[in-house]
């Protein structure tokens, strides 16, 4: 898939921004060549479509939904409403929430390309840098603890000498997975599940041994994400570690040659910012289960073919997903996190 955009930047820059939205994911990629890839939004009112907004963000290229949960897509279909969007990646998977629902009736509405993300893809970033998918594979894993995380859309990219790698909501099940045919370092890993420790098996890091290691989760939140087994193993590797519950919003700039970290503090840093925590939503679950039976190999790598199509942009943004109005008290709260910068 290839990009080509009217603005071009500092030729082989990628730019990776973890955004703050409290307990929840959303990661957005810049190309060199200007290009935005959205992996994500958080909740729905986790804010993405306003940060976008204020970093210039105009359209988004690639809008991929990792696992259906709501600290996840929660804020897509605000983003569908209100940007441009050249086409929609999402793992598959169905969901029976009304975030769900809501999401599959605005990309209806829209009419926006939406695609199955599959091990094999590959999407080109321009000036040599490449999207991969891992996963997916070509069956999808099932009787594990939550099936819905263990399919998570896994990405890799390939930036000449760095390696970024997005691991979603995935666990100890798709790790192994994804290890019998990908046995790579990579350099910045965006640890899966807010740093769960059902996630981050030392085989995977052993064999990964990131450099870097994002984690977004929540201030306070009920699940203790970031687990301390997870924590611990990172830190014995001599991993950086980068976590939005103390910083907030992080900035990872790849050069090809190396990463620069421009916005954030690592965890050991003696100093941590101050920051209002968005109310978090309760992600949905499943019952656990035996682990699953191995998986047959993922499909061949085959480059995926994309028209990326307009959109008009709406004037409005829609969000009539939440249970409940928010309060005077969460309103401020949320205003303040948007201009905490």
């Given at each position: 898939m290839?990009?080509y955009l009217l603005?071009?930047a500092?030729?082989g ?6 955004l ?5 994911d ?5 190309t ?6 959205l ?7 986790a ?5 976008l ?5 105009e359209?988004?290229?690639?809008l ?9 897509i929660?804020?897509?279909a605000t983003i ?5 969007v050249?086409?929609y990646?999402?793992?598959g998977?169905?969901h029976?929430t009304?975030?769900?629902?809501n999401?599959e009736e605005?990309?209806r509405?829209?009419k ?6 599959k ?10 840098a490449?999207?991969?998918v891992?996963w ?8 594990t603890?939550?099936d ?5 859309v ?9 390696c970024?790698?997005l691991m ?9 997975a994804?290890l019998r ?6 350099g910045l ?6 740093g ?8 995977f ?5 990131p ?7 929540g201030?306070?939140?009920r699940y ?6 997870t ?6 590797m001599d ?10 919003h ?7 040659n190396?990463f620069?970290?421009?916005d954030?503090?690592?965890?050991s840093?003696?100093t ?8 978090e939503?309760?992600?949905e679950?499943?019952?656990p289960?035996?682990?699953p039976?191995?998986?047959?190999p993922p499909?061949q790598?085959?480059?995926?073919e ?5 959109v ?6 829609v969000?009539s997903?939440d249970?409940?109005?928010?309060s005077f008290?969460?309103?401020l709260?949320?205003w ?6």
């Amino acid at each position: 898939m290839l990009f080509y955009l009217l603005a071009s930047a500092t030729a082989g820059t990628l730019s990776i921004d973890m955004l703050d939205v409290g307990q929840g994911d959303s990661v957005l990629l810049t190309t060199s060549r200007g290009a935005h890839i959205l992996v994500d939004a958080g909740t729905s009112r986790a804010g993405v479509a306003d940060t976008l907004e204020r970093m210039g963000v105009e359209r988004i290229d690639v809008l991929i939904g990792s696992h259906p949960h709501a600290d996840h897509i929660g804020g897509l279909a605000t983003i569908i409403e209100r940007f441009p969007v050249g086409a929609y990646y999402h793992s598959g998977d169905a969901h029976t929430t009304r975030t769900y629902r809501n999401l599959e009736e605005v990309i209806r509405a829209k009419k926006i390309e939406h695609k199955v993300a599959k091990a094999g893809q590959r999407f080109d970033l321009g000036d040599g840098a490449v999207m991969k998918v891992l996963w997916p594979g070509t069956m999808r894993l099932e009787g594990t603890r939550s099936d819905l995380n263990s399919n998570s859309v896994v990405l890799r990219i390939e930036n000449e000498n760095d390696c970024i790698l997005l691991m979603g909501d995935a666990e100890e099940p798709t790790e192994h997975a994804i290890l019998r045919h990908h046995k790579e370092p990579c350099g910045l890993l965006k640890v899966a599940h807010h740093g769960s420790n059902h996630s981050s098996s030392q085989q995977f890091l052993n064999t990964i041994q990131p450099q870097i290691a994002l984690i977004s989760s929540g201030a306070g939140n009920r699940y203790r994400h970031p687990g301390d087994q997870t924590l611990r193993k990172l830190h014995r590797m001599d991993t950086e570690v980068y976590r939005t519950d103390l910083t907030g919003h992080i900035t990872v700039l790849s050069t090809g040659n190396g990463f620069e970290v421009v916005d954030g503090l690592a965890d050991s840093a003696p100093t941590q910012l101050p920051r209002v925590v968005a109310p978090e939503t309760l992600p949905e679950t499943e019952s656990p289960a035996p682990p699953p039976s191995e998986p047959p190999p993922p499909a061949q790598d085959s480059t995926d073919e994309i028209e990326v199509k307009s959109v008009d942009e709406s004037k409005e943004a829609v969000d009539s997903r939440d249970n409940e109005t928010l309060s005077f008290g969460q309103r401020l709260l949320n205003w303040l996190r948007f201009w905490k910068h």
